[in-house]
């Protein structure tokens, strides 16, 4: 299981932190990213990482978001600064477990940037 957490409302150039717990190991997992969904729009990538590679960003978060995992603390994170009102979205973590083609996600997190 995937908990996500840490979504708000927030100024426009304001910063968040989500988090996604899961229920047991991360290094159970091939793959872990987020995604997110705006009003009215299809869900969308935002940030990937994959075991042994560098993470990868959407264009749209590239240079403001960072992905990250603490593998301690089984926890995915997406620190996100700048955030703009475009942000604003349902954010998502998802995980491919090791050996299977099951994406797993979590509840979502809604993030609301003000103008």
């Known amino acids: 299981q995937l908990q996500a957490s840490g979504g708000g409302l927030v100024q426009a150039g304001g910063s968040l932190r989500l988090s996604c717990a899961a229920s047991?190991?991360?290094?159970?997992?091939?793959?872990m990213g987020w995604y997110r969904q705006a009003p009215g729009k299809q869900r969308e990538l935002v940030a990937l990482v994959r075991n042994g590679d560098r993470p990868n960003y959407a264009d749209s978060g590239q240079g403001r978001f960072t992905i990250s995992r603490d593998s301690a603390k089984n926890t995915l994170y997406l620190q996100m600064n700048s955030l703009k009102p475009e942000d604003t979205a349902v954010y998502y973590c998802?995980?491919?477990?090791?050996?299977?083609?099951?994406?797993?996600w979590g509840q979502g997190t809604l993030v609301t940037v003000s103008s």
């Open positions: 998802n995980a491919l477990p090791r050996g299977s083609n099951q994406v797993h």
């Open positions: 047991g190991s991360i290094f159970s997992f091939t793959a």
